[in-house]
């Protein structure tokens, strides 16, 4: 008995579904197994966009047929955000005549709330580019550096996870976790460090702990479009090395760091590592769409969002050396680096076990706001 190929839906007479043409389908669909990966993507895309854009399923019935949309991750990650952001920042370089400065720069401060009159320059018609706009500098008195804590914040921005560092992982944000090891890379030489160093442990974070009875202690901050784009010192501590990761630069928008794993260790990120006076320190400057300019103000040889990358890859570079031993010191509150619109800070630092944060997550903080202290 012969079988029908059709995909049977409700009774057309009560109507919601058209008969499919089964047979035909799966022959038509079972073609891509035998294209390239890059082509199957290709060919899937417009269908998974109209996938998850058309109401009320309407492409649903061709999942039972065999077809599978791409993820939305899958779909995500597939954009090109490193040659979005290189063009972006080519764009952001061409001189604005000075008539139309302030309609554009108008714009912008609309649409993310900049206080410009904490501008060191008011005058929108200074900024001859959009890049100089991003990377405007603050009136001296505009971000008081709080001396009466030992940590403060390195940039205006939105605290998104602090406390603790456990288990080896770091909270991205709220019930969202990436491992230590793979957002800092395999631990640097102890010869680089200035410290003495308590007998290393069986763990990757056990052994960033240099002193008995000290705790190992993180914070996120989110820098948002409309921010200040700088980030300074937070603490008295002394670099000693730069690893530069280049990688994607997706969005860190905390939306989009929920549903993608281990976000923070898939982007670009330059990560600065020493010591202050309770140990390990580090601060990490996390690239995003359009940020991948990352700039650190005392390293000349840091070149960041290159056109092309191994996967995985990263370069070391110790500024300890036969005629510079100490390293880079930097003071509370020194300028320290810039990013091109928007990113996140990550610190992770070692502190004795009383260290407390003075933060609730989801605030706002501004530069030089107290984090923490003994």
Same mark, same amino acid.
């Given at each position: 008995?012969?079988?029908?190929?059709?995909?049977?839906?409700? +009774?057309?007479?009560?109507?919601?579904?058209? $008969?499919?043409?089964? !047979?035909?389908?799966?022959?038509?669909?079972? $073609?891509?197994?035998?294209?390239?990966?890059?082509?199957?993507?290709?060919?899937?895309?417009? !269908?998974?966009?109209?996938?998850?854009?058309?109401?009320?399923?309407?492409?649903?019935?061709?999942?039972?047929?065999?077809?599978?949309?791409?993820?939305?991750?899958?779909? *995500?990650?597939?954009?090109?955000?490193?040659?979005?952001?290189?063009?972006?920042?080519?764009?952001?370089?061409?001189?604005?005549?000075?008539?139309?400065?302030?309609?554009?720069?108008?714009?912008?401060?609309?649409?993310?709330?900049?206080?410009?009159?904490?501008?060191?320059?008011?005058?929108?018609?200074? *900024?001859?580019?959009?890049?100089?706009?991003?990377?405007?500098?603050?009136?001296?008195?505009?971000?008081?550096?709080?001396?009466?804590?030992?940590?403060?914040?390195?940039?205006?921005?939105?605290?998104?996870?602090?406390?603790?560092?456990?288990?080896?992982? %770091?909270?991205?944000?709220?019930?969202?976790?990436?491992?230590?090891?793979?957002?800092? =890379?395999?631990?640097?030489?102890?010869?680089?460090?200035?410290?003495?160093?308590?007998?290393?442990?069986?763990? #990757?974070?056990?052994?960033?702990?240099?002193?008995?009875?000290?705790?190992? *202690?993180?914070?996120?901050?989110?820098?948002?479009? =409309?921010?200040?784009?700088?980030?300074?010192?937070?603490?008295?501590?002394?670099?000693?090395?730069?690893?530069?990761?280049?990688?994607?630069?997706?969005?860190?928008?905390?939306? %989009?760091?929920?549903?993608?794993?281990?976000?923070?260790?898939?982007?670009?990120?330059?990560? !600065?590592?020493?010591?202050?006076?309770?140990?390990?320190?580090?601060?990490?400057?996390?690239?995003?769409?359009?940020?991948?300019?990352?700039?650190?103000?005392?390293? $000349? +040889?840091?070149?960041?969002?290159?056109?092309?990358?191994?996967? =995985?890859?990263?370069?070391?570079?110790?500024?300890?050396?036969?005629?510079?031993?100490?390293?880079?010191?930097?003071?509370?509150?020194?300028?320290?680096?810039?990013?091109?619109?928007?990113?996140?800070?990550?610190?992770? #630092?070692?502190?004795?076990?009383?260290?407390? #944060?003075?933060?609730?997550?989801?605030?706002?903080?501004?530069?030089?706001?107290?984090?923490?202290?003994?």
């Amino acid at each position: 008995m012969c079988q029908s190929n059709t995909l049977q839906g409700p +009774d057309l007479h009560t109507g919601k579904w058209l $008969q499919f043409p089964q !047979l035909a389908l799966r022959r038509r669909l079972g $073609q891509l197994s035998c294209m390239s990966r890059p082509a199957l993507k290709l060919r899937s895309w417009p !269908l998974t966009i109209l996938y998850y854009l058309l109401p009320f399923g309407a492409l649903k019935p061709l999942t039972r047929v065999g077809w599978r949309p791409v993820s939305r991750v899958a779909l *995500y990650k597939s954009v090109p955000t490193r040659l979005l952001s290189r063009a972006w920042g080519r764009l952001n370089q061409v001189e604005l005549p000075t008539w139309l400065r302030k309609p554009v720069y108008s714009l912008y401060i609309w649409t993310f709330g900049v206080n410009m009159k904490e501008a060191a320059v008011e005058d929108l018609h200074h *900024y001859r580019n959009l890049s100089e706009f991003f990377r405007r500098k603050l009136k001296p008195q505009a971000r008081p550096v709080c001396c009466m804590h030992s940590v403060i914040s390195p940039s205006d921005g939105k605290i998104l996870n602090f406390g603790q560092v456990k288990n080896c992982e %770091v909270e991205q944000v709220k019930g969202v976790t990436y491992s230590l090891e793979s957002f800092l =890379g395999p631990r640097v030489c102890t010869e680089e460090l200035h410290f003495s160093r308590a007998p290393s442990g069986n763990s #990757f974070q056990q052994q960033l702990v240099t002193k008995e009875g000290n705790e190992l *202690y993180h914070c996120v901050i989110y820098l948002a479009p =409309g921010d200040y784009h700088c980030f300074h010192s937070p603490t008295d501590w002394r670099v000693s090395h730069r690893r530069h990761f280049p990688g994607s630069l997706m969005s860190v928008n905390p939306g %989009v760091a929920r549903w993608i794993k281990e976000l923070f260790c898939h982007n670009e990120r330059v990560v !600065l590592t020493g010591d202050w006076k309770h140990g390990f320190f580090s601060l990490t400057a996390v690239g995003a769409t359009n940020v991948g300019s990352i700039r650190i103000y005392f390293d $000349q +040889d840091l070149h960041t969002n290159s056109p092309s990358y191994s996967k =995985g890859s990263y370069n070391d570079f110790s500024f300890i050396s036969n005629n510079n031993k100490e390293g880079i010191p930097m003071r509370k509150g020194e300028h320290l680096g810039e990013f091109n619109l928007g990113s996140t800070i990550v610190l992770i #630092f070692e502190a004795p076990k009383d260290f407390k #944060f003075h933060l609730k997550a989801g605030q706002k903080i501004r530069f030089g706001e107290a984090l923490g202290s003994l």
